[in-house]
């Protein structure tokens, strides 16, 4: 509808330009044609951009991106990792930072579980200290993060990974108490 709405106004503008540019009476007419012949490229941009978010904001009710008969969904492509049947947007997993094994793998934590997922649990589902149960972290899903992360991190091993994964998940726990609280 919108889309509608620009086209028309775009042809608008074209016909004010073609009739009015020679005599003076549409000043920048050009330089407004110009931004609205980029206009579609740009609202094409915008539409990946909110396909995203929805695959993004759609994997706190299904982490593993479980197939959906919605069509942002299916215009998604998807990653699966490290041969597993875990798959998360190809897009994200290629963006994640890969400077550090730390930082890869708590961003694809994040990427699989969700910040908030991570805060409520742990990956053995025991709590430190007498504290409340916890859930704990899907089996298949935290070795298809280890994998994922031997993979890029060659040198690295399963504890370090794990531990990576445990200390996001306290991070989280401490930010979302910190931000409920104060």
Same mark, same amino acid.
């Given at each position: 509808m919108k889309f509608?709405?620009? /086209?028309?106004?775009?042809? /608008? /503008?074209?016909? /004010? !330009?073609?009739?009015? !540019?020679?005599?003076?009476m549409a000043p920048g007419m050009n330089e407004i044609m110009s931004c609205l012949h980029d206009l579609p490229e740009m609202i094409k941009l915008m539409r990946e951009c909110v396909e995203c978010v929805r695959a993004l904001m759609s994997s706190r009710e299904t982490p593993s991106f479980a197939a959906s008969s919605s069509s942002v969904d299916s215009e998604i492509e998807m990653h699966p990792l490290a041969g597993s049947t875990v798959i998360v947007s190809k897009r994200a997993f290629l963006r994640l930072n890969r400077s550090r094994m730390t930082i890869f793998a708590q961003e694809l934590a994040v990427l699989v579980f969700t910040k908030e997922g991570l805060a409520q649990s742990t990956l053995t589902g025991k709590s430190r200290k007498g504290g409340p149960p916890k859930t704990q972290l899907d089996v298949d899903k935290v070795q298809a993060i280890t994998d994922a992360v031997l993979l890029e991190f060659r040198q690295t091993t399963v504890s370090d990974v794990r531990a990576a994964i445990r200390r996001k998940c306290n991070n989280e726990q401490f930010s979302q108490r910190n931000t409920h609280h104060g």
């Open positions: 509608n709405v620009i /086209l028309i106004s775009h042809s /608008l /503008l074209k016909k /004010l !330009t073609d009739d009015n !540019t020679g005599h003076g």
